[in-house]
């Protein structure tokens, strides 16, 4: 019988293995294989350099901030396996985790599966996807190779017109692509982005294929929808800003998920990151839809640690 499980290994979860650890919990961390495509350690290993988190002041590689985490939950006292939970059964105590014919028998556990960007599947993206193609703006968007270029965001909600703003900071043009001839963005949303005369709106336009050099991205390849006219945009950056899916496929019938499969969690004074299923806690992005930063998912990691904590203190 396991103490405390944890589901998964982003910063919410390897911060809560952690805590947990200093706990002495004795804390069973799944890391999961390609869980969403994604390799373990969560979205960071899919980007290059991190220049938001705290305490590295020249910036980190992605994958090296995820594997210093990783060896940080070691050190402190985490065992870390290297599976997929395919279901859980949360219909009483112990609670239940599966990993192929393996069953585990736990107090309590930690979900920390994260949220998997949405991509388009065009040409080039995969080849180019940590070459400046990217579905991070507020992440990325301040490195140098953006600087004073012109760079293109995919979307048409208030994410894509955030993302379209934020570099507005950084870029000589930023190029809006959507579909129709209208944004789904909020109206105040819609009309900073008029003002901004560093938007330009391309309307009735889909990307087709990512262009590059082998090395990096140097356009993208559009068509307008009413005319089927094609052209390239050149560009030296490429932001997706067409949503993200919850990794709860697992969940269903399990736990309280809201309409897009987000894990619903208490937000009262004293309770955070607890989910309406006694003794199972959510963090990081799989209850998160707003802020979805490496350092909101470590707050939230490191408060289901303690929420933990505090249960086991009380169901001894």
């Given at each position: 019988?396991?103490?405390?499980v944890?589901?998964w290994?982003?910063?919410?979860?390897?911060?809560?293995?952690?805590?947990?650890?200093?706990a002495n919990?004795?804390p069973?961390m799944?890391?999961?294989f390609?869980?969403?495509?994604?390799a373990a350690g969560g979205q960071?290993t899919?980007?290059?350099?991190?220049e938001?988190f705290p305490g590295?002041?020249?910036?980190?590689?992605?994958?090296?901030l995820m594997?210093?985490?990783?060896?940080q939950?070691?050190?402190?006292?985490?065992r870390?396996?290297?599976?997929t939970?395919d279901?859980?059964?949360?219909s009483g105590?112990?609670?239940k985790?599966?990993?192929?014919?393996?069953i585990?028998e736990t107090k309590s556990?930690?979900?920390a599966?994260?949220?998997?960007?949405?991509?388009l599947?065009i040409?080039g993206e995969?080849?180019?996807?940590?070459?400046?193609?990217?579905a991070?703006?507020v992440?990325e968007g301040?490195l140098p190779i953006?600087?004073n270029?012109?760079?293109?965001v995919?979307?048409?909600?208030d994410?894509?017109?955030?993302?379209?703003?934020?570099?507005?900071?950084?870029a000589?043009k930023?190029i809006?692509?959507?579909?129709?001839d209208?944004?789904?963005a909020?109206?105040?949303?819609?009309?900073?982005a008029?003002a901004?005369e560093?938007?330009e709106f391309?309307?009735?336009t889909?990307a087709?294929e990512?262009?590059?050099?082998?090395s990096?991205?140097?356009?993208l390849?559009?068509i307008?929808n009413?005319t089927q006219?094609?052209?390239?945009?050149?560009?030296?950056?490429?932001?997706?800003?067409i949503?993200?899916?919850?990794n709860t496929?697992f969940?269903w019938?399990?736990i309280?998920?809201d309409?897009?499969?987000y894990?619903?969690?208490k937000?009262n004074?004293?309770?955070?990151?607890?989910?309406n299923?006694?003794?199972?806690?959510a963090?990081?992005?799989v209850?998160?839809?707003?802020?979805?930063q490496a350092i909101t998912?470590?707050?939230?990691?490191?408060?289901?640690?303690?929420?933990v904590e505090k249960?086991l203190q009380?169901h001894?």
């Amino acid at each position: 019988m396991e103490n405390i499980v944890i589901i998964w290994s982003g910063p919410a979860g390897h911060t809560a293995a952690i805590y947990a650890a200093r706990a002495n919990l004795k804390p069973l961390m799944f890391e999961w294989f390609m869980a969403g495509g994604i390799a373990a350690g969560g979205q960071l290993t899919t980007t290059t350099k991190v220049e938001n988190f705290p305490g590295f002041p020249n910036g980190i590689d992605g994958i090296e901030l995820m594997m210093n985490m990783r060896q940080q939950a070691i050190n402190t006292g985490t065992r870390i396996e290297t599976k997929t939970i395919d279901k859980v059964d949360f219909s009483g105590q112990p609670l239940k985790v599966f990993s192929g014919d393996e069953i585990i028998e736990t107090k309590s556990i930690i979900i920390a599966t994260g949220a998997t960007a949405k991509r388009l599947g065009i040409p080039g993206e995969k080849e180019y996807r940590q070459k400046w193609i990217s579905a991070c703006a507020v992440c990325e968007g301040g490195l140098p190779i953006f600087r004073n270029k012109i760079i293109v965001v995919i979307g048409w909600g208030d994410v894509a017109v955030e993302e379209a703003l934020h570099m507005t900071h950084f870029a000589s043009k930023v190029i809006m692509l959507v579909r129709r001839d209208v944004l789904r963005a909020s109206e105040v949303m819609q009309q900073r982005a008029k003002a901004n005369e560093k938007i330009e709106f391309r309307r009735f336009t889909e990307a087709v294929e990512a262009i590059g050099d082998g090395s990096f991205l140097t356009g993208l390849k559009v068509i307008n929808n009413h005319t089927q006219e094609e052209s390239l945009i050149e560009c030296s950056g490429l932001f997706f800003a067409i949503g993200h899916n919850p990794n709860t496929e697992f969940l269903w019938w399990q736990i309280l998920l809201d309409k897009e499969g987000y894990i619903i969690t208490k937000t009262n004074a004293l309770v955070h990151t607890a989910t309406n299923v006694a003794g199972v806690f959510a963090a990081g992005d799989v209850a998160d839809k707003k802020y979805r930063q490496a350092i909101t998912s470590a707050a939230t990691g490191c408060m289901s640690a303690l929420e933990v904590e505090k249960y086991l203190q009380e169901h001894k």
